[in-house]
C-alpha cells in the first residue's frame, strides 16, 4: 500500500506542478494581452487558440495512448511531450519582449507586432500543452486505482493537489513581490514569478521518473479491450532514427478514422455525462477567465490600456491582485471539500451532490454580476470552490463505473460482443467440423497460421460474451480524453462569444452574467446524467 500511496503522489505532485503553471497563467494572460494593446474581443479569441488545438488532438492522444507499448509506459511519453510544451512557453512568454527586440532588427518587422506575436505563440502553448496533459495524468490515475472505492479515493486526492497547485498559482499573482532585493536584477515581478514556475514545475517533472506504471498494463489492456497501435504509430521510436517522425504522422492518420468511429458509436451514458460537463464546464470557465478582468475594471474601476504608473492603471493592478485572492479563496474551498468528499457523497448520493454544486455556481456568479461590493464577489468566488471540486471527481469516477461495469452500461458493446463470438462460432463449426476443439481456441491445441486473435470454443455452442475480446474496444484513456474535450470547448465557446458581448453591453459584468446563463442550462443537463444503475431505468 505504501508503494501505491508513493505512486499517487508521484503523479499528483505533477498535477500539483502543473496546475500552478496553469493557474499563475489564468491571472497574468488576460492583464498581458490587454497591457500590449490587444482589444477586449481579440484578447478573449487568443484565450480560445489552445483550447481549440486541444479539442482537435486531445481525443487522439488518448486513443493512442491506450494502445501505447514502450519501455516508459502508456503514459509518460505522452505526458513529457506535453510537459516540454508547458516549459517552452514558460521560458518564451516573459521574455517575449526582450526575444522582439532581438529579432525585429534582422526580421525588419514591427516591434510592438511581433512582440504580440511571441505573446500570442507563447500564452497559446501553454493553455494547449498544459490543458492536454491532465488526459494522460487522469488516465494514468485510473490505470493505477481500478477498484471503484480506490478510484473514488485517488481522484478525490488528484483533486486535492488541484486545488493545491491552483492554491500556489493564484497566491503567487496576489503577492506583491517587487518588494524583495533581487526582483528588479530578474527583470520584475513577472520575470520572477515565471522563473519560480519553472523551478518548480521541473521539480514535479522529475518525479514521474520514479513512477511504474506499467506493472499491470496486460490486465488493464484486456480489461478494456485496447488493441495495440504501438508498431502502427512509431515502429522505429526504440531505435530513434531520423525518421521515426514521419512514421508516427502516418500512424496518426492510420488511427483516425477508428478514432472517428469510436467517437460516433459514444454509449449514451458517457454522452450525457459529456454534454452536462461541457455546460458546467462552461459556467465554470467564464467565471475563471476573466474574473480578474472584472474584478480590476468592474469593481476597481482600473482600466487595462492606461499608461503605467498612472491612477487608472495602478487601480486596474490592484484588483488583479484581488482577484487573484479569489481565485486563491475558490481553490482553498476545493481543497477542504476534497477531504471530505467521499463522506459527503456516501451521505447525499452523486446525484444530490453534482446537481446542488451546478445550482450553487449560478446562483453565485449571478450575485456577481449584480454586486459592487468587493467582500460579496470575493464570498461568491470562494463558493464557486465546491463545483470546481465536484467537476473535478465525480465525472472521471463515474466513467471508472462505467468501464467497470461495462455489461451493464454499455449494452451495445455487449452485444456486438455476443454476435460477434456467435458467428466466428458458426463459422468454425461450417468450414472445419472434423477438427477437434482444444480450449487453448487453437485447431488440435497446437498454435498455427492464422488470425492473431483466437476465441474458445466448444462443440457445444458458442462462447460466453465475458470470454470474447472485443474486436473495437473503449479504452478509459478515450472516453477521459471524450470528458477532457468538453473542459476544452467549454473555453472556446466564452472565448469566442464573450468578448462581442461584453463589448456590445459596454460592461464587464456580462462576464458573470453569462455564466449564470450558462448554469442554468448546465441544471437540465446534469439532471439527465447517469449516476448509477437505477438511472437506466428511467
Not at 13 to 41: K, N, Q, Y
Not at 231 to 244: F, G, K, T, V
Amino acid at each position: 500500500m505504501r508503494n501505491r500511496f508513493t505512486q499517487l503522489f508521484l503523479v499528483n505532485a505533477l498535477t500539483c506542478g502543473l496546475e500552478i503553471c496553469m493557474a499563475a497563467g489564468t491571472s497574468f494572460v488576460p492583464p498581458l494581452l490587454l497591457e500590449a494593446g490587444v482589444e477586449e474581443r481579440f484578447m478573449t479569441m487568443v484565450l480560445g487558440v489552445g483550447p481549440v488545438l486541444g479539442l482537435l488532438f486531445v481525443p487522439l492522444i488518448g486513443a493512442a495512448s491506450d494502445g501505447w507499448k514502450g519501455r516508459f509506459g502508456r503514459r509518460r511519453p505522452f505526458i513529457w511531450l506535453l510537459c516540454l510544451g508547458v516549459l517552452l512557453s514558460l521560458l518564451l512568454i516573459p521574455q517575449a519582449s526582450r526575444l522582439a527586440t532581438l529579432l525585429s532588427i534582422p526580421m525588419s518587422v514591427p516591434l510592438r507586432g511581433l512582440e504580440v506575436a511571441l505573446l500570442v505563440a507563447g500564452i497559446c502553448l501553454m493553455e494547449f500543452c498544459g490543458q492536454v496533459c491532465f488526459t494522460p495524468l487522469e488516465a494514468l490515475v485510473s490505470d493505477l486505482f481500478q477498484e471503484e472505492e480506490e478510484c473514488t479515493w485517488a481522484f478525490s486526492v488528484y483533486s486535492l493537489m488541484i486545488s493545491l497547485g491552483g492554491c500556489v498559482g493564484y497566491l503567487l499573482p496576489a503577492v506583491h513581490w517587487n518588494m524583495g532585493p533581487l526582483i528588479p536584477y530578474l527583470g520584475g515581478q513577472r520575470s520572477f514569478i515565471f522563473l519560480l514556475l519553472t523551478l518548480i514545475f521541473l521539480a514535479c517533472l522529475l518525479g514521474t521518473l520514479f513512477i511504474s506504471e506499467e506493472s499491470d498494463w496486460g490486465k488493464v489492456a484486456s480489461r478494456e479491450g485496447v488493441p495495440s497501435i504501438c508498431p502502427r504509430l512509431c515502429p522505429h521510436l526504440p531505435s530513434l532514427r531520423p525518421y521515426w517522425l514521419l512514421s508516427l504522422l502516418r500512424g496518426c492518420r492510420s488511427l483516425l478514422p477508428q478514432l472517428c468511429q469510436a467517437c460516433r458509436r459514444m454509449p449514451s451514458v458517457i454522452r450525457r455525462l459529456f454534454v452536462a460537463e461541457l455546460w458546467s464546464w462552461m459556467a465554470l470557465m467564464t467565471f475563471i477567465l476573466f474574473y480578474t478582468d472584472f474584478v480590476g475594471e468592474a469593481l476597481y474601476q482600473g482600466v487595462p490600456s492606461a499608461p503605467p504608473g498612472s491612477a487608472e492603471r495602478l487601480r486596474y493592478e490592484e484588483g488583479v491582485r484581488m482577484g487573484s485572492l479569489g481565485l486563491f479563496l475558490q481553490c482553498a474551498t476545493s481543497v477542504l471539500l476534497s477531504l471530505c468528499i467521499e463522506t459527503l457523497v456516501r451521505w447525499l448520493g452523486r446525484r444530490a451532490v453534482y446537481l446542488s454544486s451546478v445550482v450553487l455556481l449560478a446562483l453565485a456568479t449571478l450575485v456577481m454580476s449584480l454586486s459592487r461590493s468587493v467582500v460579496t464577489v470575493t464570498l461568491m468566488a470562494a463558493l464557486t470552490g465546491y463545483p470546481f471540486c465536484i467537476l473535478q471527481i465525480l465525472p472521471y469516477t463515474l466513467t471508472s463505473l462505467y468501464h467497470n461495469d461495462k455489461q451493464t452500461f454499455f449494452p451495445r458493446t455487449k452485444d456486438r460482443s455476443k454476435m460477434a463470438a456467435e458467428e466466428k462460432w458458426r463459422s468454425a463449426k461450417d468450414l472445419v467440423p472434423h477438427i477437434l476443439y482444444h480450449g487453448n481456441g487453437h485447431p488440435g491445441g497446437m498454435p498455427g497460421l492464422g488470425p492473431t486473435m483466437y476465441v474458445s470454443i466448444t462443440r457445444e455452442g458458442p462462447p460466453s460474451p465475458a470470454a470474447v475480446a472485443p474486436t473495437v474496444g473503449r479504452g478509459m484513456c478515450l472516453d477521459l480524453a471524450i470528458l477532457d474535450s468538453a473542459f476544452l470547448l467549454s473555453q472556446v465557446v466564452p472565448s469566442l462569444l464573450m468578448g462581442s458581448v461584453v463589448q456590445y453591453t459596454g460592461s464587464v459584468s456580462a462576464y458573470m452574467g453569462g455564466a449564470s446563463v450558462f448554469a442554468l442550462v448546465a441544471i437540465y443537463f446534469s439532471s439527465r446524467v447517469v449516476f448509477d444503475r437505477r438511472d437506466l431505468e428511467r
